[in-house]
């Protein structure tokens, strides 16, 4: 570093060891973030590509069980159950229940006037979504479990490209592909953004074969791997997909197996965040394993997980380290930090038609995700049932 070099001939010998303690931490803090947000993805892809295993997919005729867990989903349970009775898969090899979870909209009335069309709704006291799926898990019959949210609509052939993958022996779990619908603001145009990113990461880990979890609001697994839930899970998706890795079974990604989301506000993705993010602490309680070599994959859990958890405190080390570098370089870069985050803080203030907005809204939605992150270790303290919230989103016509 010939940049360090020269500072070191400038600096007085009682303030070297102090110059570079600050430089070396500054760059370790930003290296590190870089390569959390850019330079594992890049590897990632680079394996996928290079060591992705194929799926040997096959047309099947499975019996399937669709469980959906809902709470007061009126506005989009209709449009949800349309799209499952219009499915291109055998009507006599589905079942499908609502698990309808203490709601108190019209969430059960809707589910009954699908009755005759073979949905059966199952109305329970309000315990939380992985409680009311271990009851519909314990009714159902099906080979194939095939768990769904009440947001998302599911293209016709969704399910037989799903279900076509476990011709693979190998496979365990299968998540769908989650495209969101555009955007009708910056706001939900960067969401859908930041989704897209995920996505990619999730498709090149199911090519090297798990992807820690899967995509919760459309995937299928093996009935007989399912686990029954401890009712405080915050993340089912991770969960039950687990028991299947630690199984030996593979957790893919089918592209073609589609579920279209609406897109949602930045407070809507830091409400969901916060206890996804948490429940990724709960999560490695839950499989120790996850942290050892039985975990076959862990360096790139340690890389994509771990390294989200721990992006929020890297980049206020990274502030913190900029104050104790060398005159014009603490100005410059501390200076810069301050604008980046003084940009966010403004954000909800400018209006939607100024260009600024283009630069405003990025920088205000990863200072909420980083803020997310942070704030996801209070599952230590704060009971998990408390960090669920409804993740807020906008109908409107396709």
Same mark, same amino acid.
């Given at each position: 570093?010939?940049?360090?070099?020269?500072?070191?001939?400038?600096?007085?010998?009682?303030?070297?060891?102090?110059?570079?303690?600050?430089?070396?931490?500054?760059?370790?803090? *930003?290296?590190?973030?870089?390569?959390?947000?850019?330079?594992?993805?890049?590897?990632?892809?680079?394996?996928?590509?290079?060591?992705?295993?194929?799926?040997?997919? @096959?047309?099947?005729?499975?019996?399937?069980?669709?469980?959906?867990?809902?709470?007061?989903?009126? +506005?989009?349970?209709?449009?949800?159950?349309?799209?499952?009775?219009?499915?291109?898969?055998?009507?006599?090899?589905? &079942?499908?229940?609502?698990?309808?979870?203490?709601?108190?909209?019209?969430?059960?009335?809707?589910?009954?006037?699908?009755?005759?069309?073979?949905? &059966?709704?199952?109305?329970?006291?309000?315990?939380?979504?992985?409680?009311?799926?271990?009851?519909?898990? *314990?009714?159902? +019959?099906g080979e194939i479990l095939l768990l769904t949210d009440v947001r998302q609509v599911?293209?016709?052939?969704?399910?037989? @490209?799903?279900?076509?993958?476990?011709?693979?022996?190998?496979?365990?779990?299968? =998540?769908?592909?989650?495209?969101?619908?555009?955007?009708?603001?910056?706001?939900?145009?960067?969401?859908?953004?930041?989704?897209?990113?995920?996505?990619?990461?999730?498709?090149?880990?199911?090519?090297?074969?798990?992807?820690?979890?899967?995509?919760?609001?459309?995937?299928? /697994?093996?009935?007989?791997?399912?686990?029954? /839930?401890?009712?405080?899970?915050?993340?089912?998706?991770?969960?039950?997909?687990?028991? *299947?890795?630690?199984?030996?079974?593979?957790?893919?990604?089918?592209?073609?197996?589609?579920?279209?989301?609406?897109?949602?506000?930045?407070?809507?993705?830091?409400?969901?965040?916060?206890?996804?993010?948490?429940?990724?602490?709960?999560?490695?309680? @839950?499989?120790?394993?996850?942290?050892?070599?039985?975990?076959?994959?862990?360096?790139?859990?340690? =890389?994509?997980?771990?390294?989200?958890?721990?992006?929020?405190?890297?980049?206020?080390?990274?502030?913190?380290?900029?104050?104790?570098?060398?005159?014009?370089?603490?100005?410059?870069?501390?200076?810069? @930090?301050?604008?980046?985050?003084?940009?966010? *803080?403004?954000?909800?203030?400018?209006?939607?038609?100024?260009?600024?907005?283009?630069?405003?809204?990025?920088?205000?939605?990863?200072?909420?995700?980083?803020?997310?992150?942070?704030?996801?270790?209070?599952?230590?303290?704060?009971?998990?049932?408390?960090?669920?919230?409804?993740?807020?989103?906008?109908?409107?016509?396709?």
């Amino acid at each position: 570093m010939p940049e360090i070099s020269r500072l070191a001939t400038q600096c007085p010998p009682s303030l070297l060891p102090c110059a570079l303690d600050m430089w070396v931490g500054f760059l370790l803090c *930003a290296a590190a973030i870089v390569y959390v947000i850019a330079g594992y993805p890049w590897l990632l892809g680079w394996r996928a590509r290079r060591y992705g295993r194929p799926v040997a997919k @096959q047309p099947q005729s499975k019996t399937v069980s669709i469980l959906i867990a809902v709470h007061n989903g009126e +506005r989009f349970l209709g449009e949800k159950l349309d799209s499952i009775v219009s499915l291109d898969y055998p009507r006599e090899l589905l &079942e499908v229940y609502v698990l309808c979870d203490g709601s108190t909209d019209t969430t059960a009335a809707i589910a009954r006037r699908y009755a005759g069309q073979g949905i &059966e709704l199952v109305e329970l006291p309000r315990s939380g979504k992985p409680a009311a799926l271990n009851v519909g898990i *314990a009714r159902s +019959r099906g080979e194939i479990l095939l768990l769904t949210d009440v947001r998302q609509v599911l293209e016709p052939d969704s399910v037989k @490209q799903l279900v076509a993958c476990f011709a693979d022996p190998t496979v365990g779990v299968v =998540s769908g592909d989650l495209p969101m619908r555009q955007g009708i603001d910056i706001e939900e145009a960067n969401t859908s953004l930041y989704w897209r990113y995920e996505r990619a990461i999730r498709k090149d880990l199911g090519k090297l074969g798990c992807t820690f979890g899967a995509t919760g609001p459309f995937y299928a /697994m093996r009935r007989s791997l399912a686990p029954v /839930m401890p009712p405080n899970t915050l993340l089912d998706d991770m969960y039950m997909p687990l028991a *299947a890795y630690f199984s030996g079974y593979r957790l893919i990604v089918d592209e073609s197996a589609r579920a279209i989301e609406y897109p949602f506000s930045v407070r809507g993705e830091f409400r969901r965040k916060v206890r996804t993010l948490a429940g990724n602490y709960q999560i490695m309680r @839950q499989y120790p394993a996850l942290l050892s070599t039985r975990n076959r994959m862990l360096f790139d859990f340690i =890389s994509y997980k771990i390294g989200r958890l721990l992006l929020p405190w890297l980049f206020v080390g990274m502030f913190a380290f900029s104050f104790g570098l060398p005159g014009v370089w603490a100005i410059a870069i501390v200076g810069g @930090q301050i604008l980046f985050y003084a940009l966010a *803080a403004v954000d909800l203030l400018v209006p939607e038609h100024f260009a600024l907005k283009r630069v405003t809204t990025p920088a205000r939605t990863l200072v909420t995700l980083l803020a997310a992150a942070a704030l996801a270790v209070s599952v230590i303290v704060v009971p998990p049932h408390r960090l669920w919230k409804v993740t807020q989103a906008r109908q409107r016509a396709a």
